[in-house]
């Protein structure tokens, strides 16, 4: 059973997520302010976090920076009433994952976190893995290599820390080498944001990326078209 937090002060939204999701099998457990949201989700394995962006004590977006301190790999969906692009953005750039603006339909809560526990799940089962070749999950990438299984990153041997987030946009660049890739196709297929927000989350994403991979200026892998997007070639 997977186990969702629902992070929320308002007590009808929360008996109204809360009774949904025990009916679709889920186990769902409920802090109705911001510190105490981090403390459960310290404290716990869940397998995915709903948060409100509004609420008491800690806002959300300084719950979900708390919670990326210790656990990169959870992923967060937003819930706001605020459905701006840079409301929608300012989530997406303190480590959320998805967001869904208020009010919204059962049908499509349920959607979103089924595409988030589908992306943030391995591929394949261990017994799966081993009737089939190492080589099967493991990219490689000038001296980048990675194994999609075990979600281990390195470069040049040396082993590389990433979010889920950041993972997922490696990701895409390793299944389109070579290729240039509009910012509109990065948040079409990271974000699952198939419109132009008219913002740089997709340009603070690639920077952080940069930073943990591109550390020598003459080895970049990560290059910028300019006026086009992005593109991931061999230094």
Request: aromatic share 8%; hydrophobic share 40%; charged share 25%.
């Amino acid at each position: 059973m997977k186990k969702i937090v629902l992070i929320e002060d308002e007590t009808s939204v929360v008996s109204f997520i809360k009774k949904g999701l025990q009916e679709k099998g889920y186990e769902v457990s409920v802090a109705f302010d911001g510190p105490t949201g981090v403390s459960l989700v310290q404290e716990n394995d869940f397998d995915l976090v709903i948060l409100d962006i509004m609420l008491p004590g800690m806002n959300g977006l300084d719950v979900c920076k708390e919670i990326r301190k210790t656990n990169k790999n959870v992923p967060v969906l937003f819930l706001t009433a605020l459905g701006t692009s840079e409301n929608i953005v300012l989530g997406l750039e303190n480590g959320g994952d998805d967001y869904l603006v208020k009010p919204f339909k059962f049908i499509e809560l349920v959607a979103r976190i089924k595409s988030l526990l589908r992306r943030s799940s391995p591929i394949a089962t261990p017994e799966v893995l081993e009737n089939n070749s190492d080589s099967e999950h493991v990219f490689q990438f000038s001296d980048l290599m990675v194994n999609d299984y075990t979600k281990k990153v390195s470069r040049a041997g040396e082993e590389v820390s990433l979010t889920s987030t950041e993972y997922k946009l490696l990701m895409y660049f390793l299944n389109n080498p070579e290729k240039v890739i509009s910012r509109a196709e990065i948040l079409d297929a990271v974000w699952g944001v198939n419109y132009d927000l008219g913002t740089n989350v997709v340009d603070v994403y690639v920077n952080y990326l940069r930073k943990k991979l591109d550390n020598q200026e003459d080895n970049k892998l990560i290059h910028t078209v300019i006026g086009m997007g992005y593109v991931l070639k061999r230094p």
